[in-house]
């Protein structure tokens, strides 16, 4: 499967041991509460990792066809597969109806009546949880907010009886559960306890202990140390779970789902840059880097803080503004940090990058897209994937011409 290799910045390098560790770490912590996970393809479609996490029995949680397809091609059960998204297009359901997947996660009434149409249309039925807008502050970083009182992600609980009522009137829609997702990279439990006592009112407040054989899905969100990658390489799962052991008052024999996506994979991944020029400006030094927001678009998009090291110099520490070769003055990867006096050639490594960063990838500029590597053991390999890959690509076209 691995092959030799030229290892050409940038590039990502994902260590295989520390993903086994994490998705050990986090299924074990579920089993406990019997709890399933589902893995947000979003945060990395990487084959080698989706492939990694599908073999230990995850599901998938999807908001794209092509995420339904890869997820399948990867061997997720078409059973273990929801389909969240507030932009689902009628194509994309028709896809996902005729793949028997688990769930919908339907995020408002006019999508809930166009699933209903596409049910019909092909003669299926539509296995729906409804997408619930909580109305809960994660105190996140803004843009990573899904679950406040206005917010495009989720249906408004004023809205909640009529989208009950939907589902219970038609004879394509099936209601299979409710479902949850107030952000991302929430470093606090406290906005999860308060999820768990909506969750308890919602239950009571709108009987839904009367609709039998339901799930509840809880999403994902839960952060990771970005700041201190290497002493915290394994998120607190138990902890986590443990919370809405404790908090959730719902009927015993309920399924409960979560979605975690940077939680499982952040950690195991790094961005290797390599410093082209380092230049003085009038109260600061720029290092600019081979990589940049194309690669990473993390710090660009949401001011996020990446711990970086550079692992070829042993000079005195100096302060640096990291930034990208693309022609945008948001193309930063760190503002003023610390690193061993840097000098051109030098590589750095962008920690924390297993999520959110190769699955975000731009074209920008024109830019060669950056390949991955894997360390296993201690050994550094290339995927070999690349004729999977292509089988990969014309069973996507064959799904699509269903
Ligand atoms: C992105 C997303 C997730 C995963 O979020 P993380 O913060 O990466 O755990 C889960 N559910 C839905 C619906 C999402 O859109």
Known sequence: MFTNIILKTPYYLYDLDVLCQTL????????????HIHYAIKANHNPVITDMINRFGLGADCVSGNEIVEALYRGFPANKIVYAGVGKVDDE???????????????????????????????????????????????????ITT????????????????ALDLCNHSPWLKFEGLHFHIGSQITSLKPFVELCKKVNN??????????????????????????EPQQNMIPDFSTFFSVFAANLKVPQNMNIHFELGR???????????????????????FLITDGGMTE?????????????????????????????PICETTDVLAKDIFLPGTKRGDILAVYSCGAYA????????MREKAKSFFL??????????????????????ELKNY
């Open 24 to 35: 050990s770490a986090a299924t074990l912590s579920a089993k406990k509460y019997n709890y």
């Open 147 to 162: 679950g406040t009182e206005e917010n495009k992600f989720g249906i408004h609980l004023s809205q909640l009886q009529q």
């Open 296 to 324: 990473l678009m993390r710090p660009a998009l949401y001011q996020a803080m990446h711990k970086i090291e550079n692992i070829s110099s042993k000079y005195p520490e100096e302060k640096y503004d990291i930034v990208g």
């Open 202 to 227: 919602i239950f009571s407040d709108f009987e839904i202990q009367k609709y039998g054989g339901l799930h509840l899905n809880l999403g994902g969100g839960l952060a990771v140390d970005y700041g």
């Open 93 to 143: 359901i028709k896809l996902a109806l005729l793949r028997d997947i688990f769930c919908f996660n339907c995020e408002s009434i006019e999508e809930l009546e166009v699933i209903e149409q596409v049910a019909k249309n092909n003669n299926k039925n539509a296995h729906v949880a409804l997408r619930i807008n909580p109305g809960i502050q994660p105190h996140t970083h803004y843009n």
């Open 263 to 285: 939680s499982l994979v952040a950690q195991c991944g790094k961005l290797i840059t390599k410093v082209l020029y380092t230049k003085k400006g009038i109260n600061k030094t």
């Open 376 to 397: 296993k053991n201690g050994k550094i390999f290339a995927s070999n994937l690349f004729e999977k890959e292509k089988k990969c690509k014309s069973q996507i076209s």
């Open 358 to 365: 190769e699955s975000m990838m731009l074209k920008y500029n």
